[in-house]
């Protein structure tokens, strides 16, 4: 090989190389969106001043964080009974919320059930929320239906109580319509 051809060979190289570059070196996540799970907060924030009044809309999750590719899901056990996890997130701010059914068979109606949420704002300051159901909590899951065809979660739900992160009364009501999917084993 001549000079002129190893030139030449190291230009092609150069020009693969640098056409194959993109703007973004790292890969975006996909996040997914199967329906939401909405509500509102009401309280007073732990400073016992500032008044909590936030809407929240999280639809979506990533397939590789927290919970990993199973964040939405559900499972038909021997008995019939019947686990759904619903997970949704704000990817910016940090928000959560999770909800953990448990029903004794697909007609269920008033299924066993967690949930938990995390509300973060940032403004001048920065507005944390938590609450979930259980302790002193006083909380109601109505509305509910489960379709296991087409794998719909819908329902309302309702918190209420000092046992947040505020440690103030607190009230967190909302609905979900979500779809889960099925885990086969």
Do not use: W
Request: glycine share 6%; net charge negative.
């Amino acid at each position: 090989m001549n000079k002129t051809q190893s030139v030449l060979a190291m230009a092609l190289c150069a020009l693969v190389f640098f056409t194959g570059c993109s703007d973004d070196d790292i890969p975006a996540i996909e996040y997914i969106q199967q329906g939401s799970v909405q509500g509102s907060i009401t309280g007073t924030a732990s400073d016992d001043k500032t008044a909590i009044d936030e809407q929240f809309t999280y639809n979506r999750y990533a397939p590789s964080a927290y919970y990993g590719p199973y964040s939405s899901l559900y499972s038909v056990h021997d008995d019939e009974s019947i686990d759904i996890q619903i997970v949704r997130q704000d990817m910016q701010t940090g928000g959560l919320v999770t909800l953990q059914l448990s029903l004794d068979n697909e007609q269920d109606t008033s299924p066993d059930y967690n949930i938990s949420i995390t509300y973060i704002k940032e403004t001048d300051k920065i507005l944390y929320f938590s609450m979930s159901t259980g302790s002193s909590n006083v909380s109601q899951l109505t509305n509910f239906t489960f379709n296991t065809t087409t794998g719909q979660v819908k329902g309302d739900y309702s918190i209420s109580g000092i046992s947040n992160s505020t440690n103030n009364t607190a009230t967190v009501t909302g609905s979900f319509d979500v779809v889960v999917k099925k885990i086969i084993q």
